[in-house]
């Protein structure tokens, strides 16, 4: 199993890479670490990143305010 645990930022989120099949594997894991802990989970493919799993708030402040959608 390929992770890469990053150290804290600034506001203190833990982030951590891991494959597609692994993401899978643990896929409830991945989530609750998510929810519970602030976890950011990039998920690679072929060591590349293709997506993350992100805590709401962090998908939340990277949305358009209401007021700016087309």
Known sequence: MYIKVR???LTCME???MSVADARR???DV????AVRGR???ITNRGRRVAA???V???ESAEPAQGEHS
């Open 40 to 42: 950011i989970t990039y």
């Open 57 to 59: 708030p962090v998908a």
């Open 15 to 17: 982030s951590e890479e």
């Open 31 to 34: 989530l609750n670490d998510a």
């Open 26 to 28: 643990l896929f409830a």
């Open 53 to 55: 799993i992100v805590p």
């Open 7 to 9: 150290p804290c930022t």
